[in-house]
């Protein structure tokens, strides 16, 4: 199968199957703030407003990594970044593998000429690195987008499921280590859905990541979809076995913030709604990061990611109201979550 039948298997198994993780939760629910009745504010004043790699945004949100590769792709991602652009929020596109092997669906990525000032994450899978990618093809899929900055995903579980994964991770942090060191512009290192723990947070700091995505456990399952289009009952059995592996989302944020103050932190996995945004800020987070909830609304229109934003960003505006903080800043320092 070609990677860009795969991309639009993903695409519709992720939009019409039930992916999600069941057991085992984003860990959101364990979490309530404290209601402040008198936030001593005025709703209007309440500023959303953040910085991520050094570029402002209009709120804490990253329209996650999801597609490219096919022209229903080509049409989410223009979607996206039309919407991502009129808010000032941040973007990443899905990995760009295919791009690079046929510079034909190239096109299917490039949102700059729609969203020409918002912050864009180029995507490529860090296994990669060890079949035969190098500097120059990070530096490629920087270029074709106009990025400004390299996400490198990491899905070993992933890659153990589906027909013919690559599944040679054997010496991946010094290749990590040397596109940190070579490439012109910062790094992010990405899980796509069973997390990142504190202790390989450190060595992915420690080998030069500008930033962490957590992408915890919670969200889409990608063993699940996997075991939707599994090839063999042995790739389908270990999807299912799979299904809910991984570290819940609040747990990468609380332990990754504690072993770095500074860290560009984004909370992603399971992260559903404006409260589920907010509670990964009050845990540590810099943003959150959703793919589901925009795929599903860019596969509509325009118009229904712009009302989605809109609901993310009241949502947000209101925890603050009814907190009593009146900026992302206060609501970190503010210990009004339980």
């Given at each position: 199968m070609s990677t860009v039948q795969?991309?639009?298997?993903?695409?519709?198994?992720?939009?019409?199957?039930?992916?999600?993780?069941?057991?085992?939760?984003?860990?959101?629910?364990?979490?309530?703030?404290?209601?402040?009745?008198l936030p001593e504010l005025d709703y209007q004043d309440i500023d959303l407003t953040t910085n991520l790699l050094g570029k402002q945004l209009g709120a804490p949100i990253l329209i996650s990594s999801m597609t490219g590769g096919t022209q229903q792709a080509k049409e989410i991602n223009?979607?996206?970044?039309?919407?991502?652009?009129?808010?000032?929020?941040?973007?990443?596109?899905?990995?760009?593998?295919?791009?690079?092997e046929k510079p034909d669906v190239a096109d299917t990525f490039q949102v700059r000429k729609v969203a020409p000032d918002i912050l864009l994450l180029a995507n490529l899978g860090a296994v990669q690195l060890n079949y035969r990618y190098g500097i120059a093809?990070?530096?490629?899929?920087?270029?074709?987008?106009?990025?400004?900055?390299?996400?490198?995903?990491?899905?070993?579980?992933?890659?153990?499921i589906q027909p013919h994964g690559d599944t040679n991770f054997k010496g991946l942090l010094d290749r990590i280590a040397t596109v940190c060191q070579q490439l012109p512009v910062p790094v992010i290192v990405k899980?796509?859905?069973?997390?990142?723990?504190?202790?390989?947070?450190?060595?992915?700091?420690?080998?030069?990541?500008?930033?962490?995505?957590?992408?915890?456990?919670?969200?889409?399952?990608?063993?699940?979809v996997e075991s939707e289009r599994a090839q063999t009952a042995l790739q389908r059995r270990l999807g299912e076995t799979f299904a809910d592996w991984g570290i819940p989302t609040t747990e990468c944020i609380t332990t990754i913030r504690q072993i770095s103050p500074t860290l560009s932190l984004i909370a992603s996995g399971g992260v559903r709604n404006g409260l589920?945004?907010?509670?990964?800020?009050?845990?540590?987070?810099?943003?959150?990061?959703?793919?589901?909830?925009?795929l599903q609304a860019a596969d509509s229109s325009t118009a229904a990611v712009t009302e989605l934003v809109q609901i993310l960003m009241a949502e947000i505006q209101t925890v603050l109201f009814c907190t009593g903080n009146s900026d992302l800043a206060a609501l970190k320092q503010s210990n009004c979550l339980h």
């Open positions: 795969r991309k639009a298997e993903h695409i519709r198994i992720c939009l019409e199957s039930d992916v999600q993780f069941k057991t085992q939760g984003s860990g959101f629910d364990r979490y309530q703030f404290t209601h402040s009745c223009y979607r996206l970044a039309e919407a991502a652009q009129e808010y000032k929020l941040a973007m990443g596109v899905g990995s760009q593998r295919v791009a690079i093809e990070c530096l490629r899929a920087v270029e074709l987008l106009e990025a400004d900055a390299l996400i490198l995903h990491l899905n070993p579980l992933q890659e153990c899980e796509v859905g069973n997390g990142i723990s504190a202790s390989m947070a450190q060595q992915l700091i420690a080998a030069g990541v500008s930033g962490i995505d957590v992408a915890g456990a919670g969200g889409t399952s990608w063993a699940k589920d945004i907010a509670k990964s800020i009050a845990l540590g987070a810099d943003v959150a990061g959703l793919a589901l909830p925009f």
